[in-house]
């Protein structure tokens, strides 16, 4: 354990989580660092109890201001997701009801083994895939919408594992 140059004792435990930018997205910054919470909560790589990097580490991994990262983590603390403790950094307080690490685990693989390799060894590009799976995405979810009404509507709640648009 370590003692930082303010007083505060570092326990030496790092946050899961490291953040990525994408400049040619048009995503704003901000929006871009609560995604990818949100995306770490639904794969299961974070969970209540994490925390989340300090908002200096943020700052000096990807060179951007520090409002932009509060802005982030006010935002995931109104959507309830996070919560600021004085003095220790960001927290996850909720997360969403997922498969656990090792069903989305063989699920990835079996994406990857499959039809990724499919796609690759047809000569997709990456753009080229991410579009072709993007379209399929929102076939499956309008064909699951069709039958959704000619069966008398949608369930309230899905079932585990199963998707809903």
Known sequence: ?????????????????????????GVPTYLQLVQQVERALRLGHLRRGDRLPKVKEVVASLAINPNTVLKAYRDLEYKGLAAGRPGQGTFIEAAPDTLNVEELAALRESLVEGWLAEAAAAGLNDEGITDLFMTALRDFRDRLGKRGRQGGGRRERPERGEVVA
């Not at 570092?10 to 490291?18: F, I, M, N, Y």
């Open 1 to 25: 354990m370590e003692i930082d140059k303010q007083g505060n004792l570092d326990d030496g435990e790092a946050s899961p989580l490291v953040f990525r930018l994408d400049s040619r997205s």
